[in-house]
């Protein structure tokens, strides 16, 4: 790969999921670096999905039907898989036997037992995996992390986090809100939480407890349906338009 790297001067990636998570995160690294990172060819299911990715990054990447038909042909130094929760060990899986370095973003799948199988793959796979834990990149996280690896607060003994994501958060009106998809919030933002939590301490738990409450999933309205949409979308108190008055937006 070293050797190709030289001779193109590019790090070619492939993308699993381009949609507006995959397409961003694609479009960023290649502004971020001047162009050496491009975007080769991706994976996507949804024709409206690739088009309107593809309107927004300004990148065309070819698209193959497969994960496999996309590494049979291009050369590639590595790819992030971007698709919804529940598909993530079923991409990571296409990659068995080889040695392609991977980002996976997180949660690492949407039920315990599929994340610990991508944990078992991950263990036995012949690459690098790396899950893509954005957080730790926030300005005020990293200065954070400053002040606490400098002693600024002295010795911590105790930590709490808290997250508040309102019931109008655009995680209710996409895939995310359907707890099969997602894993339900203690896995699809918790993910965050616990990461930043690790990352600041520089310390892991030896042991785990988990409570939780079921406060929104739920109910008999359609998947499809949205707050542009909805009958309810003037009197209801978790539509867009009422909580951006709320703020005073």
């Not at 975007?39 to 039907?65: F, H, I, L, Q």
């Not at 529940?86 to 039920?111: Q, Y």
């Not at 739920?218 to 909805?230: K, V």
Request: proline fraction near 4%; include cysteine.
């Amino acid at each position: 790969m070293e050797k190709d790297l030289a001779m193109s001067g590019k790090i070619r990636i492939g993308v699993v999921g381009f949609g507006a998570r995959g397409s961003t995160v694609a479009a960023n690294a290649f502004r971020a670096t001047g162009g050496l990172v491009e975007t080769a060819a991706c994976v996507e299911v949804s024709d409206e999905k690739y088009e309107a990715s593809c309107a927004a990054s300004g990148m065309r990447p070819a698209r193959p039907a497969t994960i496999r038909e996309m590494l049979a042909g291009e050369r590639l130094d590595g790819v992030i898989i971007s698709t919804p929760n529940e598909f993530h060990l079923e991409n990571l899986l296409a990659f068995e036997g080889l040695k392609m370095p991977l980002l996976l973003e997180k949660p690492l799948d949407s039920s315990y037992e599929k994340i610990c199988a991508v944990v078992e793959f991950a263990e036995s796979y012949g690459g690098p995996i790396v899950v893509g834990h954005c957080m730790r990149y926030a300005p005020i996280l990293r200065r954070a992390k400053e002040l606490l690896d400098g002693g600024a607060v002295g010795r911590v003994c105790s930590t709490q986090f808290v997250q508040n994501c309102h019931y109008g958060n655009i995680g209710y009106h996409n895939w995310r809100r359907n707890k099969e998809k997602s894993g339900t919030w203690m896995i699809e933002k918790a993910t965050h939480d616990l990461d930043v939590m690790f990352w600041l301490l520089g310390k892991v738990p030896e042991k785990v407890m988990a409570v939780s409450r079921l406060h929104a999933f739920g109910g008999d309205r359609p998947d499809t349906l949205r707050c542009s949409e909805c009958p309810e979308r003037v009197t209801c108190p978790e539509s867009f338009a009422n909580i951006l008055d709320r703020w005073g937006v």
